[in-house]
């Protein structure tokens, strides 16, 4: 893509968070932060363009000061170095639309959780609706011809209401969760609804080469009009004369971004902080959002077994384990909140003495500095979702384990397990037994085999950063006939 091109972002939310001042009755704002800002960031300023989503807030709680609103977004945008646009949602399509159709619909599926799902018609509704109302948003807002990113699962009606408004540019998807295998995707009532939306798409990006074939094989299923062509290096899906690439990038972090503030003073001054606090414990590490694809009671019951089968390990190591709040308005978040709160307290109250406890358990946000400490003070990383797209935090604890020490244990279900299969103890969080004796290993495991293995993964963290994510992405959306794959797992 020309680096001139300007480029427009499409996500649910936009990259700020906005807190309204009760006192002086205005809106306060700053930038957000995360993988997906840190990655658009460079590559919006240095193209220009828009960044289109939503600002996190019902229209509802809004009114009467939408001005001071749109003034501090576009202030933010303004020294962010592009345009932000707000896309406002009533606290009815936030529920039908957020809560509803992505988060209890698309989230549980997607996961492999049917069971799950709430195929609410209603929830269905506003989903098309909340998708137009993006589009015609981006319809008002865009240069003709200008390429558009559109991002995950909230999303995938973008394209097909676009082209309906007039056909712009290329326009990209990337899908930031699993796509889940047949026999799921069937479940949902509006498949082939879904289905054409996705086909709508110039470039289909994925984050593995699982999530590939799953899709393929629903469009070969569902779709038998198409005809789906394997080059050497692309796979192109042709439907009623239009060609739709297919992709694969596994999302990465700002690998500098950690592997530098991990080497800062105030990380180590918090890791002090951390030793004098926890005792001179082994510390075993999950950080996770509340969510039950996080498999955060299976990690919980593999650590209670890994204390049973090795009592040696009690008064040896502790399990930190931060859960950052999420989602809280939807029911099946709430009821697994109880359900941990219940398992730390009996797996506490089993094992503690009076000098030690085995698992330490924050239900908060931390700020970056105390997140990048724990990364570095740990020995074991645990992350062992049920299912995930990539698994950033696996990336993260690498990244900031500067000392090349700790061992990385890692879910074979997550995109992760692509790149760092060789290095991490891969495990499948539904064996109890195994995962047990994982952890063991990892805690066990002699000093020169953990800096061999840590070693390569940094490597692999560094060579395939975020903004090789990104520009192989952008690159593709400008040509997609020219793709080459970015996956190492294909
Ligand atoms: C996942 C999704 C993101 C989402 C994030 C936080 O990583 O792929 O699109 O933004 O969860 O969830 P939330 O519902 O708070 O946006």
Not at 192 to 206: E, N, S, T
């Amino acid at each position: 893509m020309p680096d001139n091109q300007e480029l427009t972002i499409v996500s649910n939310r936009l990259p700020i968070v906005m807190n309204f001042d009760e006192q002086n009755r205005q809106w306060n704002g700053k930038p957000g932060s995360g993988g997906l800002v840190s990655a658009m960031n460079p590559i919006l300023q240095s193209r220009g363009g828009t960044w289109v989503g939503w600002p996190g807030m019902v229209a509802e709680k809004a009114e009467g000061y939408e001005q001071s609103l749109r003034e501090v977004i576009e202030d933010i945008g303004q020294e962010a170095g592009y345009k932000l646009e707000p896309v406002m949602l009533s606290s009815e399509e936030v529920e039908g639309y957020y809560g509803g159709f992505a988060n209890s619909v698309l989230w549980p599926l997607f996961h492999g959780f049917p069971n799950r799902c709430d195929f609410k018609p209603e929830f269905w509704e506003q989903y098309v609706e909340v998708n137009e109302k993006f589009a015609a948003g981006l319809a008002n807002t865009m240069e003709p011809g200008q390429p558009i990113w559109v991002h995950d699962y909230h999303l995938i009606g973008v394209a097909e209401k676009l082209r309906q408004f007039g056909s712009p540019g290329n326009i990209g998807y990337f899908l930031h969760i699993p796509f889940p295998a047949l026999e799921n995707y069937v479940k949902l009532p509006w498949r082939a609804d879904l289905m054409r939306a996705l086909l709508a798409y110039d470039l289909l990006g994925f984050q593995s080469g699982r999530d590939k074939r799953n899709f393929l094989e629903c469009v070969e299923r569902l779709m038998p009009q198409t005809n789906i062509v394997h080059g050497d290096t692309t796979t192109t899906v042709e439907v009623q004369g239009e060609k739709v690439i297919v992709g694969v990038f596994p999302i990465s972090i700002d690998f500098d971004d950690f592997n530098e503030r991990a080497q800062s003073r105030e990380v180590e001054s918090r890791m002090e902080r951390m030793r004098e606090e926890l005792g001179p414990y082994k510390m075993l590490l999950g950080i996770d959002r509340l969510d039950y694809t996080k498999g955060l009671l299976e990690r919980f019951y593999a650590f209670e077994e890994l204390l049973s089968r090795h009592p040696d390990l009690c008064e040896e190591v502790v399990f930190f384990q931060l859960v950052v709040p999420s989602r809280e308005s939807v029911p099946e978040y709430q009821a697994l909140k109880r359900e941990i709160d219940r398992i730390v307290g009996r797996i506490n109250g089993r094992f503690s003495t009076s000098k030690w406890q085995p698992i330490h358990y924050l239900y908060n946000t931390v700020d970056i500095a105390e997140l990048t400490a724990l990364y570095r003070h740990a020995s074991v990383g645990v992350v062992t979702p049920l299912c995930d797209g990539m698994n950033l935090v696996s990336k993260e604890f690498c990244a900031s384990q500067v000392d090349e020490s700790g061992v990385l244990i890692l879910s074979e279900f997550a995109g992760a397990a692509d790149e760092f299969h060789e290095d991490a103890l891969l495990v499948n969080p539904y064996d109890t037994v195994s995962t047990a004796e994982a952890i063991y290993e990892a805690v066990m495991m002699d000093e020169k085999e953990r800096r061999k293995r840590m070693r390569r993964l940094r490597h692999e963290v560094q060579t395939h950063n975020v903004y090789w994510w990104a520009n192989q992405f952008v690159d593709s959306l400008h040509e997609p006939s020219t793709l080459v794959e970015a996956s190492k797992g294909e």
